[in-house]
Nanobody, 122 residues
């Protein structure tokens, strides 16, 4: 079992930046993938960015060039740096953990954080 705790959400004006953090604890495999998802009201949850333990990254087209995912394996922590934020980035952002990376559509993210709200005002 893996526990995930997110932090760093908040209210920001369009064009601003936020940095989300997610600390993982518990039964963490050395090879794994961690990701950030988001869900806006009335919309499906979507994968925003993911990173493997080896450092390979994957981004949704809507955030490429604006968001950067990174991780500190020694601290079991993953970060999401969000720049040039837009009102459409407003959502609850969730951190997730998977034992095996199988691509953005097939990876089974079995552990989830509680979510952190990100609100971008226009």
């Amino acid at each position: 079992q893996v526990q995930l705790v997110e932090s760093g959400g908040g209210l920001v004006q369009a064009g601003g930046s936020l940095r989300l953090s997610c600390a993982a604890s518990g039964s963490i495999f050395s090879l794994n993938a961690m990701g950030w998802f988001r869900q806006a009201p009335g919309k499906h949850r979507e994968l925003v960015a993911a990173i493997t333990s080896g450092g390979s990254t994957n981004y949704a087209d809507s955030v490429k060039g604006r968001f950067t995912i990174s991780r500190d394996n020694a601290k079991n922590t993953v970060y999401l740096q969000m720049n040039s934020l837009k009102p459409e980035d407003t959502a609850v952002y969730y951190c997730a953990y998977a034992t095996v990376w199988a691509g953005p559509r097939l990876t089974d993210f079995g552990s989830w954080g509680q979510g952190t709200q990100v609100t971008v005002s226009s």
